[in-house]
């Protein structure tokens, strides 16, 4: 499996965890941070992961 194949697969997993959380956990409440808040982290990250994922794939390609 290639480097961009990982991040693409890392990225829509982690994207695809933390789209519940951000829907999900408006009413939970934990001591440190909120749980939406660490959500759209996880899905910006995840996105940023797929951004590059399908960056080097097309850098493969050339």
């Known amino acids: 499996m290639s ?3 990982k991040n693409l697969l890392e ?3 982690t994207f695809l965890i933390g789209l519940p959380l951000w829907l999900f956990t ?3 409440e934990v001591p440190v ?3 939406t ?3 759209l982290v ?3 990250v995840g996105g940023a992961l797929v951004l590059v994922g399908l960056s080097q794939r097309l850098r ?3």
Do not use: H
């Open 3 to 5: 480097q961009a194949s």
């Open 11 to 13: 990225g829509v997993v």
């Open 26 to 28: 408006e009413d939970v």
């Open 33 to 35: 941070v909120t749980l």
């Open 37 to 39: 808040k660490v959500g």
């Open 42 to 44: 996880m899905m910006c």
């Open 60 to 62: 493969e390609n050339r």
